[in-house]
């Protein structure tokens, strides 16, 4: 079971190890921390519940995190991963649930993100969450250098 609580200063060392272990082109430490103040920045964690703590905002083992801006009436996905030992037990799809719910509550009309064509895990997911293929944007990655998918998600 997961906790799904807003990204916090102490939560960036466990997300930059997952940060690192998830892309070639990992985020910097720093990129993280401005997160933390960034009145745009909608940025969650999924954390592993530990049996003995009562409250989902004391410490437990950080599983994956979603991070994401917040435009007048869009959400733009800028980075999500889960911890390689945890993949599979849709965490991914816990945090998307709980930014959906998040979304409601701010009449959000649509999502946007961009992921490399070669991230088929990633496009299933998306796409069984409801986003579509827009476009592309030649090479957009680096390390390697790779073009980017554009999805969306248009909320009723």
């Not at 920045?41 to 003995?52: D, M, N, W």
Request: aromatic share 12%; charged share 25%.
């Amino acid at each position: 079971m997961f906790n799904i609580v807003p990204l916090s200063e102490e939560h960036i060392d466990s997300i930059c190890k997952i940060e690192n272990e998830s892309f070639s082109d990992p985020w910097s430490r720093r990129m993280f921390l401005e997160l933390v103040d960034n009145s745009l920045a909608v940025c969650f964690v999924a954390i592993e519940q530990t049996p003995g703590f009562a409250t989902p905002f004391q410490k437990g083992a950080i599983a994956g995190y979603l991070i994401a801006y917040h435009l007048s009436d869009e959400i733009q996905i800028l980075n999500i991963a889960v911890k390689e030992s945890q993949r599979h037990k849709k965490i991914a799809t816990e945090l998307f649930d709980f930014i959906f719910e998040y979304a409601k509550k701010e009449k959000i009309k649509e999502f946007f993100l961009e992921v490399r064509p070669s991230n088929t895990g990633a496009i299933a997911l998306y796409k069984r969450l409801g986003f579509e293929i827009d476009g592309l944007r030649k090479n957009y990655y680096t390390n390697p250098k790779e073009n980017a998918l554009l999805m969306s998600l248009k909320l009723e």
